[in-house]
């Protein structure tokens, strides 16, 4: 059965404090972003892969594509919030983005994974594809390393979570077409301003509730500028 895989990396890379977005931060010569890329592509069940970045990175990832000889690669402008992101992703895999020819086969699972993640592996991969073509949606997740609490306004003690009840929802997550259209069609002005969770579109306006499989430590994303140094070392140990 078809799969396509959604990449957003549309985000400005705020986090990390640097001028180039880490996504687009070169290690060893390439582009992190090629480094995900080129993970999904070399899988020959995976049919497709869109790229959303911001309008103002378009050029810059096309060059990526050819310099990188990148061939299951189409590049989508992003949004403004991560959700609308992805949902222009996902228009884009069904032939719906602005200008784009109907593409008439639309895939039949589709995996969002981030393009700051670019140490995913195949057989977690697998899993999750098949669990969402199963489910209608699927999720990785991860033990939480720290105690998570609320805070007030003023900056005191609100309560804390029962951290052993708690779990951290990482990528990648999977759908079947169906239920991820579905959810961003039906879904708010605020759910796309504010949500961060697609799982919880498609159980909110699909009534799908999303398969969770606990993932790898590999799964991290790389997110401040530290981040950086521990990714680059990932990666020459992999090429060595
Ligand atoms: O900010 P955060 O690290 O949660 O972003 C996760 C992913 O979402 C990143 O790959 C980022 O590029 C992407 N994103 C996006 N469009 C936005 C904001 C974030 O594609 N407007």
Not at 190 to 210: K, M, P, R, V, W
Request: aromatic share 10%.
């Amino acid at each position: 059965f078809p799969v396509s895989v959604v990449l957003p990396a549309g985000g400005t890379g705020e986090r990390t404090g640097l001028q180039t977005p880490k996504q687009f931060c070169s290690f060893l010569g390439r582009p992190l972003i090629s480094y995900t890329v080129q993970t999904f592509e070399r899988l020959s069940w995976i049919q497709s892969i869109v790229v959303v970045v911001a309008k103002e990175h378009m050029d810059l990832m096309t060059d990526i594509i050819q310099r990188f000889q990148h061939r299951k690669v189409r590049v989508v402008p992003g949004g403004s919030t991560r959700h609308r992101s992805i949902w222009n992703g996902v228009l884009a895999l069904g032939g719906e983005a602005e200008g784009e020819a109907a593409a008439g086969d639309r895939p039949k699972v589709v995996i969002i994974h981030d393009a700051v993640r670019p140490f995913v592996e195949e057989d977690f991969l697998y899993k999750i594809t098949m669990a969402a073509k199963e489910q209608g949606a699927a999720g990785a997740i991860r033990p939480l390393v720290s105690t998570v609490i609320a805070t007030t306004a003023e900056g005191y003690l609100d309560h804390s979570l029962e951290r052993a009840k708690y779990r951290a929802s990482e990528m990648p997550q999977g759908f079947t077409y169906d239920v991820i259209y579905q959810a961003y069609q039906r879904c708010t002005e605020s759910d796309f301003e504010f949500g961060t969770e697609c799982l919880h579109l498609a159980l909110q306006y699909c009534g799908t509730n999303a398969k969770l499989i606990q993932g790898p430590p590999t799964l991290w994303k790389v997110t401040y500028k530290r981040d950086l140094a521990a990714a680059e070392s990932i990666i020459k140990d992999a090429l060595s």
